[in-house]
């Protein structure tokens, strides 16, 4: 049975920072495309980052040079590194799995989901 388990979230001040992993099971991790999507309260939810099976990599302008996407093959598991958090990055973060290899913005290209870790940016 197919798996995506979220860590790493929490309470932080503004400028600091935070790793999140995605721990995938059930599934060829390495077949896969794989992204981070976040949803603030009263907001829809947005794209964060994706990485292809190989490893092309996107960014939302949001957080493109503050946040970092990677993937471990032999740990089966996603991370994403954020650093300079502002109180804006306050959200829930959801791990992704796609449905197919190649990266993708779309929410609608990602089969599976995790349940969810929460960032809390204070200023």
């Known amino acids: 049975q197919e798996q995506l388990v979220e860590s790493g979230g929490g309470l932080v001040q503004a400028g600091g920072s935070l790793r999140l992993s995605c721990a995938v099971s059930?599934?060829?991790?390495?077949?896969?495309?794989m992204g981070w999507f976040r949803q603030a309260p009263g907001k829809e939810r947005e794209f964060v980052a994706t990485i292809g099976w190989h490893g092309g990599i996107d960014y939302a302008d949001s957080v493109k040079g503050r946040f970092t996407i990677s993937r471990d093959y032999a740990r089966n598991t996603m991370y994403l590194q954020m650093n300079s958090l502002k109180p804006e990055d306050t959200a829930t973060y959801y791990c992704?799995?796609?449905?197919?290899?190649?990266?993708?913005?779309?929410?609608?290209?990602?089969?599976?989901w995790g349940q969810g870790t929460q960032v809390t940016v204070s200023s």
């Open positions: 059930g599934r060829t991790f390495s077949a896969y495309a």
């Open positions: 992704a799995g796609g449905r197919g290899p190649f990266s993708s913005r779309r929410a609608a290209d990602f089969g599976s």
